[in-house]
């Protein structure tokens, strides 16, 4: 059975940073996309960033400069590190593997807020 599970949510002050940590587990994901999409309350759920490579990454517009994502295929583990936030960051944020299937985790709160 497939599990992904995230971890590193929290509150943080604007201009703060957080790392998000998401760890796959009951299959081998290294033929994957892995990545992050980020739901605020009242909006759709958005793309943050996705990677395929080290030279495959997509970031939405909103993030780039500020968030950089990266994975560890020996751990199954994809990684947000999330520099100067804003406000506007603050929403649930949850951890996608994506290839044949499509998996997701339960998602982790990222708040922002002073």
């Known amino acids: 059975q497939v599990h992904l599970a995230e971890s590193g949510g929290g509150l943080v002050q604007p201009g703060g940073s957080l790392r998000l940590s998401c760890t796959a587990s009951?299959?081998?994901?290294?033929?994957?996309?892995m990545g992050w999409y980020r739901q605020a309350p009242g909006k759709e759920r958005e793309l943050v960033a996705l990677?395929?490579?080290?030279?495959?990454?997509n970031y939405a517009d909103s993030v780039k400069g500020r968030f950089t994502v990266s994975r560890d295929n020996a751990k199954n583990t994809v990684y947000l590190q999330m520099n100067s936030l804003k406000p506007e960051d603050t929403a649930v944020y949850y951890c996608?593997?994506?290839?044949?299937?499509?998996?997701w985790g339960q998602g982790t709160q990222v708040t922002v807020s002073s």
């Open positions: 996608l593997a994506r290839g044949n299937l499509i998996f």
């Open positions: 009951g299959s081998t994901f290294i033929n994957y996309a």
């Open positions: 990677i395929r490579s080290s030279s495959m990454i």
